[in-house]
């Protein structure tokens, strides 16, 4: 089993950043895949970032290319999203995930981020 906890969500003026923070206990971290997901009201969870578990490898969704950059600390079981110029269509429950092979099987509990215009 692996349990995450998501925080650094809130609120925050449109073009503003936010540093969301996910941390993970249970298994060894360093062989977990993790990734970033979100939901906003009505909408179906859509996937916005991903990082193998050596940090070597990124992939980030159209939407926040170039505004989200995820990562990873390995000593202290954290994967990170730091979230530059954001945007009112940015607002969304952000959902930290875990896989061991292709599946996220793994999830937290999510974190708020509301961006005002």
């Known amino acids: 089993q692996v349990q995450l906890v998501e925080s650094g969500g809130g609120l925050v003026q449109a073009g503003g950043s936010l540093r969301l923070s996910c941390a993970a206990s249970?298994?060894?971290?360093?062989?977990?895949?993790m990734g970033w997901f979100r939901q906003a009201p009505g909408k179906e969870r859509e996937f916005v970032a991903r990082?193998?578990?050596?940090?070597?490898?990124?992939y980030a969704s159209d939407s926040v290319k170039g505004r989200f950059t995820i990562s990873r600390d390995n000593a202290k079981n954290t994967v990170y999203l730091q979230m530059n110029s954001l945007k009112p269509e940015d607002t969304a429950v952000y959902y930290c995930?875990?896989?061991?092979?292709?599946?996220?099987?793994?999830w937290g509990q999510g974190t708020q981020v509301t961006v005002s215009s």
């Open positions: 249970g298994r060894t971290f360093s062989r977990l895949g």
């Open positions: 990082i193998s578990w050596s940090g070597i490898s990124t």
């Open positions: 995930a875990a896989r061991i092979q292709t599946t996220f099987d793994y």
